[in-house]
């Protein structure tokens, strides 16, 4: 499921398809071919590729299907996902009723709550009260499924609770890779966790992208991509900010320009585990969550945070975005999720990001149309 705990309720904006969708994906999943190219449509416009992109991206439910600190393998944690994105209510004889026979990232109508925001987890959800749902646990699992007549891999396979093997990280996380390589961006890719799996994810992601040891990908070095293996931190309190790694060590004592700096000069891929005890403290909300600067006058980076657990209920959000106020300056304000919505936050749907493989690529692109949108509409 979500890193410790993060799938508290349901999410609350996002797209709307969680199916497999044909026109989206023609194929119907991973067929292996590593000669995919950037698909007709999602090829970005010639004035934004000078920019840098630095893409904030979350592992369980995002990237991953699976986690340590509940250990819960696929089946589990893909089961339990299903909990948040379907919906019903209690009608007045206090029975549940459905309201979807679908999942959706959003509520099909404005009295409908989620399975988990009313009954918490329920272990074997689709064997249970959810199981009209079966379908879907199963498609998504088959397109999880590491390719056949393949030797699992110790860092890039995982073996599931029904002794299936299948992909630990998602092929389309691999995929969105290949395709700002392709378009001949500059990107750097930084991991953020509440969790415990960073180490793992940094080991294998060197692995695949330096050794070409996966299956689907193998030619992965040929994108000349580092990885940096050092786990860093981001620790919170009512003082401040502190980043740390190896022997780097940033604080916002040193004015919160130096921490969007620091993130905007990464290099390649590499992550940091931010503070989960804070977002506890501050009862699982905006202000609790993990740190994102964003210079809306700056047009030579853009970040964007990719995070299941992005939503537009700043009560129950996980990131906490600073928007600095002006050009080169250093004081920030808060911004509530609704106005980054799109442009530099993204909530995962994760049954698209196992079924689509372009599905990260698009929803990059959208962020980078918005972006210069406003930006332009700023500039007039």
Known sequence: ?????????????????????????????????????????????????????????????????????????????????????????????????????????????????????????????????????????????????????????????????????????????????????QEGREFAVVFRTFGTDLPRVLRAMNRALNEGSHPLFPDLPDLKLSVDLTPGKIRCNRKGIVLSRAEDRVSSRDGERSLYQYFSSVQGLGGFQDHFDWWVTNTFSIRGGKPLWVDPFDHNVQHIFIDDNIRQNDEDTIVN?????????????????????????????????ISDPSYFTQRIHVCLKNYERNLQQGAG
Request: hydrophobic fraction near 35%.
């Open 321 to 353: 975005p600073k928007v600095f106020l002006e050009p080169g300056g250093a004081e920030t304000r808060p911004a509530c999720t609704s106005e980054l919505y799109d442009l530099t936050l993204v909530q995962t749907d994760l049954l698209q990001a």
């Open 1 to 181: 499921m979500a890193e410790v705990a993060e799938n508290r309720g349901p999410p609350a904006a996002g797209g709307d398809r969680t199916r497999s969708d044909p026109d989206t994906n023609p194929a119907g999943g991973w067929t292996g071919d590593p000669a995919v190219a950037v698909p007709r449509g999602l090829r970005s416009p010639n004035q934004d590729r000078g920019k840098k992109l630095v893409l904030h991206v979350d592992l369980n439910n995002t990237i991953l299907v699976s986690d340590a600190v509940t250990a819960q393998g696929t089946v589990a944690a893909l089961d339990c996902f299903l909990t948040t994105v379907t919906w019903g209510r209690m009608d007045k004889h206090g029975a549940w009723e459905w309201l979807s026979d679908f999942p959706s990232l959003l509520p099909p109508c404005s009295d409908a709550v989620s399975f988990y925001s009313q009954f918490g987890r329920l272990p074997g959800f689709t064997s249970a009260a959810g199981r009209r749902f079966r379908s879907v646990l199963d498609e998504h699992l088959d397109l999880l499924r590491w390719p056949e007549g393949t030797k699992g891999d110790r860092d890039l396979s995982v073996k599931g609770e029904d002794g299936r093997l299948y992909h630990w990280i998602l092929p389309s996380f691999f995929q969105l890779l290949r395709h700002l390589v």
